[in-house]
């Protein structure tokens, strides 16, 4: 018992040094230590990220315990089919940590505190937002095609297969009718959208998204 105390002491100590070592800043709020995770993951500094989080657990211990780093990883793609140790995207971990998520959960975050919201709700929030996003990476699928019309934010797009389906998230700038495409696509079940064939008649397309950290 003794040693295994030693043990934790010594990790303590060794995570304080650290902290001086590195130049973690004693941030203080426990939304700046949130951030500070946020942001350090971005940059793939995992060992400032989790500074900051054994530093939430002292000054927010409540709020810390409601928070695990796993809820800042995103389930892996590539291994929708199943845990696969020789996957290359998350080095058979089946999670990986992903910029494009880490910004939206800021993003939900920041937005939430902008309305006034308390640390602990903005955060229920946010990483609620984040979850319904987590549980659909795994529908990703690749899709090819041209796209027939450009919208806001979104192309009329013709698969290979006949396919036309309306796909959001994207940047139109630049882009022309015609133009070839090829990516991942995720479902949008609950969008739906409608445009007319050659002859004038409304249709319904399902809807997809390019980009799942991204807010309709
Ligand atoms: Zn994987």
Redesign the pocket.
């Known amino acids: 018992m003794r040693r295994l105390l030693w043990v934790v002491v010594f990790a303590v100590a060794t995570v304080a040094v650290a902290n001086d070592f590195f130049g973690i800043p004693i941030l203080g709020e426990p939304k700046d230590e949130i951030n500070a995770i946020i942001q350090n993951l971005i940059k793939g500094e995992r060992e400032k990220a989790s500074g900051h989080f054994e530093h939430l657990k002292t000054t927010a211990p409540k709020l810390a315990r409601k928070i695990k780093l796993t809820d800042f990883t995103i389930p ?4 929708a089919a199943g ?2 140790a020789q ?8 999670t ?1 940590v992903d910029p494009h998520a880490l910004r939206y959960l800021q993003y939900k975050f920041e937005s939430a505190l902008e309305e006034n919201q308390p640390v602990e709700s903005a955060w229920a929030g946010a990483i609620g937002a984040l979850n319904v996003r987590k549980k659909q990476v795994p529908a990703r699928e690749i899709f090819q095609g041209n796209i027939l019309e450009i919208g806001q934010d979104a192309f009329l797009m013709k698969a290979d297969d006949g396919e036309i389906f309306y796909l959001l998230g994207c940047v139109t700038d630049g882009a022309t009718i015609g133009q070839y495409f090829v990516g991942y696509r995720w479902p949008m079940p609950r969008h739906s959208h409608t445009y007319r064939d050659e002859t004038g008649k409304p249709k319904t397309a399902k809807s997809y998204t390019l980009n799942l950290w991204w807010d309709y």
């Open positions: 892996c793609a590539d291994c845990k696969n996957c290359e995207e998350c080095e058979g971990r089946s990986v």
